[in-house]
């Protein structure tokens, strides 16, 4: 009874704390024009094929290891083999903090573009997307529009259709040529 208890003021203090984080003009990140690195927040439990994401290596002729995954599950088993690094509803701290290893690697990087690869209204998805350090966001619709510079109008599920509008606008704003 004590942990459930426990669970919901962290998850009141993380929803207090990602207020905040939204309150304040978002950092400058000195990077310039063009897409060298690519983070992807995505929801495995909407989108469970995280790995077509490296196909951005190719699309945009970036390096081998350019594109950083991370994905969220509602719940994971860590004893189940997970090809893309996970983070779940468990490893939520006090303060909107993210306790596990994948998340802060993921963290602390900077990318040229973060993709926001989720629809749903998910705490600890939105704390890692303001948390992550990106000069230019792109997300879906569904998703308040405060987390994205760019918005996305494509079902999750549609991958492809997404890549090909993504590369279409990412050109219109002279990010790649």
């Known amino acids: 009874m004590f942990k459930g208890i426990k669970d919901k003021f962290k998850h009141k ?15 400058v990140i000195e990077r310039s024009k063009g897409i060298t690195s ?56 006090w303060n909107g903090a993210i306790e596990n290893s994948y998340a802060l690697e993921f963290l602390s990087r900077e990318y040229d573009l973060l993709v926001n690869y989720y629809t749903s209204d998910n705490l600890l998805l939105q704390l890692m997307s303001v948390k992550t350090k990106a000069r230019f966001r792109v997300g879906f619709k569904e998703v308040d529009l ?32």
């Open 38 to 93: 690519i983070g992807c927040i995505v929801d495995l439990d909407d989108f469970d094929d995280a790995n077509q994401f490296y196909g951005f290596v190719e699309d945009y002729n970036l390096r081998p290891n350019a594109v950083k995954i991370i994905g969220y599950k509602s719940y994971y088993d860590k004893n189940s083999p997970y090809s893309t690094p996970v983070f779940s509803d468990k490893d939520l701290g």
């Open 146 to 177: 405060i987390y994205n510079d760019l918005i996305m109008d494509s079902p999750l599920k549609e991958f492809k259709t997404f890549k090909t509008e993504l590369k279409k606008y990412l050109g219109v704003l002279n990010e790649i040529e």
């Open 13 to 27: 203090s993380g929803v207090k704390f990602l207020k905040q984080e939204l309150a304040k003009d978002p950092p």
